[in-house]
């Protein structure tokens, strides 16, 4: 007697093709699962013949006709699971679980992963060391934190990829921001130290894999139009120190079986602190270099962990250190991404988005770059210096922006001084 497939909704930005095995079948085995995928309309065509039991091309930010097909499907097939792993999808989905009765984590459980405020109340009530903050509504609510510490950070509370974020020194930088929409910001300290991310797989309450990287540059990097950069760190005592405030991130937020992309402050005195937390593979070329250091790929990860399931840690593991670099856009029309005098052996992957006569826009957030590079080396300096040599090696070509002192398009670089948090 054959085995009931179980009925599986995937709510989709990112592509099918990114939750494949390495003989590139998907991680949701067909013969185990009736598939049906709201993805993107460009991205629709991933799911090859015989993967899916529908596809559904949509734009997903429309939320009426977006809810309206989950609850259809589900009232034809009756779903199982309905996954959703990219931020801005979570708690759309969480509340279509409770409104369709499909089991998985509700939106009381996924609120302290997407509004920064109640994050920080999580953090804090689990004994984390955090920032001073206040919720505002407008510039003036910010004041009083502003004259506390000199320096604050707005940010949405509610937003992702470092977009939308002010960094406001000055009652007159204050005061100018009177008339951007504010409502639903978070005001924070600015924290005065380097910034760690780490990347983790919980599988069961405990730590299956974790990765800790430094950001050698902002990550507000795309604002200027200037790469942004992050290494794997090699110090071991700092590797033990992060881990162990991860865990304890893992017992404050109560994660059993999940993905975690960590944020922490690391001051001059050595201390952690804690920034953000998403609950969610990292961007950028981060999953591509925690596979290559730990065997796990944290997109079929994501899936297995959200279907009660173990993630592999079979992938082959080719690196001891690496990093990432990620060029990001300003608006034109690009002409060539130069980046013949990278040594190919030293790339995991390389991802472009664009190609050359396409026309671009700015890069909205830190995940999202032009040509992510992901690159890998026997020990953190030396992937330091490969990742300096593609920030002055290589650059962006854009048609429509002439050289200065020469007829031909000009090659848009960032200078090799630049660093900050």
């Not at 960590?262 to 596979?291: M, S, T």
């Amino acid at each position: 007697m054959t085995a009931r497939r179980e009925n599986v909704l995937l709510l989709d930005r990112v592509g099918y093709d990114r939750y494949r095995l390495p003989d590139g079948s998907p991680v949701l085995d067909p013969d185990r699962y009736r598939v049906t995928l709201l993805t993107r309309t460009p991205l629709a065509g991933q799911a090859r013949p015989g993967e899916c039991a529908e596809v559904l091309g949509v734009r997903l930010s429309d939320a009426a006709l977006r809810d309206a097909l989950v609850r259809a499907v589900h009232q034809e097939v009756g779903l199982d699971h309905l996954l959703a792993f990219s931020e801005n999808l979570l708690l759309p989905g969480a509340r279509l679980r409770e409104q369709t009765g499909v089991r998985g984590p509700s939106t009381a459980r996924l609120l302290p992963f997407r509004d920064k405020s109640a994050m920080k109340r999580t953090a804090a009530g689990g004994g984390l060391p955090v920032c001073d903050w206040r919720p505002v509504e407008r510039a003036a609510d910010a004041a009083g934190l502003l004259d506390r510490h000199g320096r604050i950070v707005l940010k949405p509370r509610f937003g992702s990829g470092s977009a939308g974020i002010h960094v406001v020194d000055s009652r007159a930088a204050l005061a100018a921001l009177d008339g951007h929409a504010l409502a639903g910001h978070q005001a924070e300290e600015f924290v005065d130290g380097g910034m760690l991310h780490v990347d983790v797989a919980v599988h069961r309450g405990e730590l299956l894999t974790c990765v800790v990287f430094r950001y050698l540059t902002s990550t507000l990097s795309h604002v200027d139009n200037r790469p942004m950069l992050s290494v794997t760190v090699d110090d071991p005592q700092l590797v033990e120190r992060a881990t162990e405030f991860t865990r304890r991130v893992v017992k404050a937020f109560d994660v059993t079986d999940a993905v975690l992309h960590l944020e922490l402050f690391e001051l001059a005195d050595g201390a952690l602190v804690f920034n953000e937390v998403a609950v969610r593979n990292g961007g950028g070329g981060i999953v591509p270099v925690v596979q290559a250091l730990t065997g796990v790929n944290l997109y079929e990860a994501m899936v297995r962990l959200a279907l009660g399931e173990r993630p592999s840690t079979g992938y082959p593991r080719t690196h001891r250190a690496a990093g990432e670099f990620i060029w990001y856009s300003r608006p034109g029309r690009l002409a060539a991404i130069d980046d013949e005098a990278i040594p190919r052996d030293w790339l995991i992957s390389r991802r472009a988005t664009a190609a050359p006569g396409d026309l671009l826009r700015a890069s909205g957030f830190s995940g999202a770059g032009l040509v992510t590079y992901a690159v890998g080396g026997r020990d953190e300096a030396e992937v330091r210096a490969r990742l300096e040599f593609i920030r002055t090696h290589t650059g962006i070509t854009y048609a429509d922006e002439p050289a200065r002192h020469s007829s031909n398009p000009a090659t848009v670089r960032t200078p090799s001084s630049s660093t900050d948090r």
